[in-house]
C-alpha cells in the first residue's frame, strides 16, 4: 500500500471527497450539474406548490401545501450553499430563473432540459388543481424518496450530510400526499380526479428517472456520485408507485 | 461569495523537520469572519511568478484559544508548502479566505460522547483542533485518537498531545502508530491498513460505544478505516471524512501559450460585460478562453467547473465569433442563441462582444 493513491482509484473505491480543492474537475462539473438539478427543481417544485396552497380545499391541506412549498426552498437552499463553495454565486443564482414558469398542459417534454435550468422535466409542467397538485406530490414524493438512496450517499461529503439531513423531511412531504390522496379517493369524484391526475402524471415523473443505459451513468458511478442506474430505481419506483395506489384501491 | 481577506503572520513555530505552525490575526474589522469552527480550514493563496496558487490547510486550533494556527507541512514538490516552511515570518501578510468546512459535529456541553479519531501525518491539524475543543468544552466526552506517522521524529504536535493528556486526565487516549520505528506492541508498528484496524477493533478499540469517528489522512488510509468502520457497525452519517494533502490534485496544467508570440493585430479586442458594467482589452486569439481573459482582466466573472459542464460560467456572444473546445452543458438551442460557456470559448474574430448580465 502507498502512501497515496490516484483520485479516480479512491473514489472508485467508495473514498468520499470532502472540500472543493480536492475534488477533480471532471468531478467537480458532474458534482454541479447534479447539485444544480436538485437545486433547480426543488426550487421549481416550491413554486409550483405555491400555486398548489390556494387550490387546498381545507385548512389542513393548505398547512401540508405551505410546508412543502417552505421545506422545498429550504433544501434549495442548503444545497446551494454547498455549490456557493464551488464559486457559484448564490445570490444571482437564485434569482437566474423563473421557477414558476410553466409550459403548457399538453407539451410533451421527454426527459430533456429546458432552457438554462437543470430542473428535472416533470417541474415544467403545470398544476392544473388539488387533485392535480396530490397526485403529483405522491408521484414524484416517491421518486424524490427512491432518488434519496442515491443521494444520501454521494461520495461527496458535505453534500452527502446535506441529503441525510433533507431525506427525512421529503418522506414527510410523499406521506403528506398520501394522507391527501386517501380524502380524495373517498369520494367518486375525488376518485375520477385522481385517476385523470395518475394518467398525466405518471408518465412524467418516470421520465424523471432518465434514460435507461445512461451514457453519462458508468462515469458517475466511477466517481461515487451514482450507485444504481436509472432504470434499476425506475423499477423500484414503479414497484412503489404500485403498492401505494394498491392500498388506495386504485 | 468567499472572499480574500488579508491576515499578518504573528508567528511561525518549527513543529517538525519539515513542517510549520503559523499563527496568523485578522484585520480588526475581519475578525468576526474569521471566527472558525473546530476542524475547519482556510484557504490561502499567493502569487508565484505571476501564477496566483490556492492552496487550504486545516486550523490546529481549538475554538476559544483565541488565536487562528494553520499547520503546514512541505510536501515534495509544493511550491505553497515549501515557500511557507522556508521564506514565511512573522510580520508578513498572506491572503485567506474565511474557514470553511464540515469536518465537526456540533459541541453538545451536557453529552457524553465517545469520539474516535485516526491521523495519518499532518492530517493531525484538524483532529488537533477538534481534539481541543472536545476536551474543554464537552467535558463528559472521551476522544481516542489513532495516530500514524512514519517515526517518531516526524510526529505533529507530539508534545501538545501529550500536554492534552496530563490536562485532562483519562479523557483523551493516544495509539501512535508508527511504520518504520519498532515499538513494544507490534500491533502499534506499521500502516493502518484493513488487517491493522481488525486488530485495533480486537483488542484496543469498541466500535460499539464510539459516537462519532473522524478520519483526516492520505486516501488509502482513508478507505481501510472506513471501510473496517462500517464493518464495525458505524452507520455512513458516524463517520466523518477530511481528505488531506495528497489530496490535493495538482496544479491544472496551463496551454502553452507565450504572450510575446502573439503578433501585434492578431489578438482580440474583446469587451465584456458582468453586473452592468462593460470592459475591453486584447486577449489572444488561440490558447485563451474568455473567462480567462475575463478574469486575466480582474473582472470578478462568475464560473465554476471550467470544464464546460457546469454552465456556471455562461455568456452571449453579441458580436464576433467564438468556438467551444468541449460543450457539456448548453442545449444546441441555446448555443443558436448566441450562448457560450465562457471557459470554453476563444474567439475567432478580431472583435467579439460578450456579455454575463443576460
Known sequence: MSDTMNLDDYLAQGGVLTAPGNVPARYRGELMRLMSSFVDSELAASAGFAG????????????????????????????????????????????????????????????????GDMRLSVFHYPIT??????????????????????????????????????APREQRHAELGLEGLERLVASDEGRAQVQAALAYWQPRVAATFGVAGSERYPMLRKFGLRHAPNEELLARWKTLVAEHLATSGL | MA???????????????????????????????????????????????????????????????????????????????????????????????????????????????????????????PLLSIIKTVLAREPKSKFTLVYANRQISSIMFREELEDLKNLHLGRLSVIHVLEQEGQEIDLFTGRIDAAK???????????????????CGPEPMMLAIAAALRDHGLADSQIRFELFASGQPGR??????????????????????????????????????????????????????????????RCKVLEGEVEMVVNHALEDYEVRAGYVLSCQAMPLSARVVVTYDE
Open chain 2, 3 to 125: 472572499r480574500f481577506h488579508p491576515l499578518t503572520v504573528t508567528d511561525v513555530r518549527r513543529e517538525t523537520r519539515d513542517a510549520v505552525v503559523v499563527t496568523l490575526a485578522p484585520r480588526d474589522e475581519d475578525r468576526a469572519l474569521f471566527d472558525f469552527t473546530q476542524g475547519q480550514y482556510l484557504t490561502l493563496r499567493r502569487d508565484f511568478d505571476g501564477e496566483e496558487l490556492r492552496r487550504s490547510y486545516s486550523i490546529c486550533a481549538g475554538v476559544g484559544e483565541g488565536v487562528l494556527k494553520v499547520g503546514i507541512k512541505r510536501v515534495d514538490g509544493g511550491a505553497f508548502s515549501t515557500w511557507a516552511n522556508e521564506n514565511l515570518a512573522p510580520g508578513d501578510e498572506i491572503d485567506a479566505m474565511p474557514p470553511m468546512g464540515k469536518f465537526f459535529t456540533p459541541i453538545e456541553p451536557e453529552a457524553e460522547k465517545q469520539y474516535l479519531g485516526f491521523a495519518g501525518g499532518s492530517g493531525i491539524t
Open chain 2, 252 to 313: 491544472a496544467r496551463t496551454r502553452a501559450v507565450s504572450k510575446t508570440a502573439v503578433a501585434p493585430g492578431t489578438g482580440t479586442e474583446a469587451t465584456v460585460t458582468l453586473d452592468g458594467a462593460t470592459r475591453s482589452f486584447e486577449m489572444a486569439r488561440q490558447g485563451q478562453t474568455i473567462l480567462e481573459a475575463a478574469l486575466e482582466a480582474k473582472m470578478d466573472a462568475p464560473y465554476s467547473c471550467k470544464a464546460g459542464v457546469c454552465s456556471t460560467c
Open chain 1, 129 to 166: 388543481g388539488w387533485a392535480d397538485a396530490v397526485v403529483m406530490n405522491v408521484l414524484q414524493g416517491l421518486a424524490t424518496g427512491v432518488q434519496m438512496t442515491e443521494l444520501t450517499r454521494v461520495s461527496y461529503g458535505p453534500l452527502a450530510e446535506v441529503f441525510r439531513a433533507i
Open chain 1, 52 to 115: 398548489a396552497i390556494n387550490f387546498a380545499p381545507g385548512i389542513r391541506e393548505r398547512i401540508a401545501a405551505s410546508r412543502i412549498t417552505l421545506e422545498k426552498a429550504d433544501h434549495a437552499e442548503r444545497v446551494l450553499t454547498v455549490m456557493a463553495d464551488f464559486g457559484t454565486d448564490a445570490g444571482r443564482y437564485q434569482r437566474q430563473h423563473d421557477w414558476s414558469a410553466r409550459v403548457p398542459r399538453d407539451a410533451d417534454l421527454g426527459t430533456s432540459r429546458q432552457a
Open chain 2, 197 to 215: 484496524m481488525q486488530a485495533l477493533f480486537a483488542h484496543w478499540l469498541d466500535a460499539s460505544a464510539v459516537d462519532t469517528a473522524f478520519i
